[in-house]
């Protein structure tokens, strides 16, 4: 018998597009003028949903997505592409808000997300929409599990970026929003967020 997390959970590949269109709107709040302190927290906000997409991505999808379609030149590329997004990040990280190079840098980061995020729009998705049919769900129960844990290792990095890359007259909703959020997944609630053990990377 199926989950209830299995038959309520969304397709994998509409968790995808949602993350993609969720990334896309932070590259869309950042502006070269604003405040350091806010460019700083839409960058981080969106640098921490690649990694975590990313990594939901190597973990799960690529690996289903190989058993269908082992000779796929769009699959081959893509988990390099995802190393070079985390490259790209890290070099972020190390210079720093104030570096003169830190828009410029950022501006690497979008190109390199579209690219990919076009790649995966137009080829993987459809192409596990149809090798994959019976299985969407069921991968997209698992790639909710697995965000939960990678959400609750840092949680109060994703909430206090997150606040911060809004204006402030809607920050205060969105704070409220926000700390429930990581009140419900990291705060005990929800079965499956307990700390990982040693042994599972």
Known sequence: MKSFLTMTSPPITAMIRLD??????????????????????????????????????????????????????????????????????????????????????????????????????TVLLPLAERQLQSELQTLGASMTRRRIELLCERPMQVVTHTVLTFPLASAVVAGVAACAMGHLLCGGRVSGCAPRTAGRR
């Open 20 to 121: 993609h269109s969720h990334v896309l709107a932070a590259f869309r709040r950042y502006h070269p003028n604003s405040p350091k302190w806010r460019k700083r927290s839409i960058v981080e906000s969106a640098c921490i949903a690649l990694e975590i997409h990313a990594q939901l991505e190597d973990e799960i999808f690529y690996p289903a997505l190989s058993r269908v379609a082992p000779d796929n030149d769009v699959l081959h590329k893509s988990e390099p592409e995802h190393n070079q997004m985390r490259e790209t990040i890290r070099s972020l990280r190390n210079m720093g808000v104030n570096h003169p190079d830190y828009d410029s840098c950022f501006m690497q980061l979008i190109r390199e997300t579209l690219h990919h995020v076009a790649d995966e729009e």
